[in-house]
């Protein structure tokens, strides 16, 4: 019998499988920088609300002024264009005014995790070489303990309610130092208010920006070695933006829509889909600063209509399982946006059964601006892939070698378009090692494209788990754990086994406490076939995740 053939990426095959609404190709891009989009933002939208936190707005035009204010602050400590910027912040007001900023001043964005520890704040701030930074109190002790060691010259520290204004501000803060506990003791000599930044009068010298200058440093999670730097161009975040806009000509999203922002900004995901492509379309986001306090979360989305909803599988699960949450209006949601991780088919049925409103589920990484692949935003059901190809964009399914694999064979997801990072940052040879000579970004991630063009992702090379010489992917197994009514959230790892090599050991965090290890083993057998299923099974009380929700299978691994 003759092989199959590889399908030529030449080929395009998605391109099929494009509604007519959709162009193939973006347009040439409208602005030389992300800065320049923002800004027009303000001026075309200024007297409407662009952000929200704890029930205080900002419209955009407060976000042109106050930004402005930080630019020029910013140029006037001597700063060199192309200088790198921290911000180490949750979704609070003061995160989206420092950074359109940096940005606007001609600086580079370097987003920081609020919760690092010192070592993994040191390395990223030595990484970046940055020069300044703008931290909450709350954690500006672990930057204490790392201030001698790194290049930072100029600390700026805010406290939460530094924009909620008077009465309500002072009781923030003083619920959060006093009541609450959230602020440990810090001292940092020289360091800066925010109030004083906000306070002070230095003009803003716009700077020249092209496609060309780096926007965003954007760390990758190191969960595949050292954290690395993934150095975004404006052009590659323009792209993406141009590129996720474009996808929305199927769906009928209101003028000014409200987002809910409880992805973190400081993450790719949330900071170019809300915050970004938020602004563009003249966006009123809702930042949530702790998505985690459900019950508080689920309170405050009780306060508005919201139209756009992005989220990860973990966060659905979480307010499909509470109570008020069910109670919620969900009429006027017109868009659910999986991503970060893969969405299981049973949290998507619920969600859609709930709010009547389909997740669409895309894919995509911080070196890639974030989205590569999407699902269509006017269809009616989950369809378990991460969709097609975004305008302007090449997937190519490639095995070790490098060669294309036939149509329906699993092999490495590799990425091309504009949107694709420029390099990692000062490291040439990590760049070279994901990098293929036609320009594809090989993303680490197993999957498959369908006759349609979509692409299924099965899972992280490294978590693949290796069975008498056979592939499980630990997506699969979870998939079908999760369907089980009394578990909450499962995790498969591969374990060390003597007969097979390795066997699958299944984490699982359940709601009924007399289900047992054999009720799961019972359960997944109905699903998987012998070499997938479970030999093991340990109930946990939680799962270990990332701060914006990803189970890390590596530590339940190692542990």
Partial sequence: MAAKKPTKNEEKIWLKSYPPEIAHEIPELSYS???????????????????????????????????????GWLQAKGLKKGDRVAIMMPNILQYTVVLPAVLRAGYVVVNVNPLYTPRELEHQLKDSGAKAIFVLENFATTFEQVRSKVGVEHVVVTSMGDMLGGLKGMIVNLVVRKVKKLVPSWNLPGHHSFKSVMSSNH?????????????????????????????????????????????????????NPTYICALP???????????????????????????????????????????????????????????????????????????????QQPVA????????????????????????????????????????PLPSTDISIRDDDGKLVPLGDVGEICIRGPQVMVGYWERPEATDHVMTKDGFFKSGDMGFMNEKGQTKIVDRKKDMILVSGFNVYPNEVEEVAVGHEHILEAAAVGIPDDHSGEVVKLFVVKTDPSITEQDVKDWCKKGLTNYKRPQ???FRDELPKTNVGKILRRELRDN
């Fill in 33 to 71: 920088s992300v800065a320049g989009l923002l800004e027009d933002a303000c001026k075309k939208y200024a007297s409407s609300p662009a952000f929200t936190c704890m029930g205080k707005s900002i419209n955009y035009s407060e976000l042109d002024e106050k930004s402005k204010i930080i630019a």
């Fill in 265 to 343: 900004l400081y993450h790719i995901f949330a900071l170019v889909v809300n915050m970004i492509m938020g602004m563009r379309l003249g966006a009123h986001n809702v930042l949530i600063p702790n998505p985690r306090d459900i019950p508080g979360f689920v309170k405050e989305l009780g306060n508005y209509e919201f139209n756009v909803f992005p989220g990860l599988n973990t966060l659905f699960n979480a307010l499909l399982n509470n109570e008020d949450f069910r109670k919620l209006d969900f009429k006027a949601l017109k868009l659910t946006l999986g991503g970060g991780m893969a969405v």
């Fill in 536 to 538: 093991q099974v340990e």
């Fill in 349 to 388: 049925e619920r969600w859609q059964e709930l709010t009547g409103c389909n997740v669409s589920e895309g894919y995509g990484l911080s070196e890639t601006s974030p989205v590569a692949t999407a699902n269509r935003f006017d269809a009616d059901k989950f369809s378990g892939t991460i969709g097609l």
């Fill in 203 to 255: 003009l803003l010298t716009p700077a020249e920006l092209t496609h060309d200058d780096i926007a965003f440093l954007q760390y990758t999670g190191g969960t595949t070695g050292v954290s690395k730097g993934a150095t975004l161009s404006n052009s590659n975040v323009l792209s993406n933006t141009s590129q996720n806009t474009e996808w929305l000509n199927v769906v009928e999203v209101p003028e």
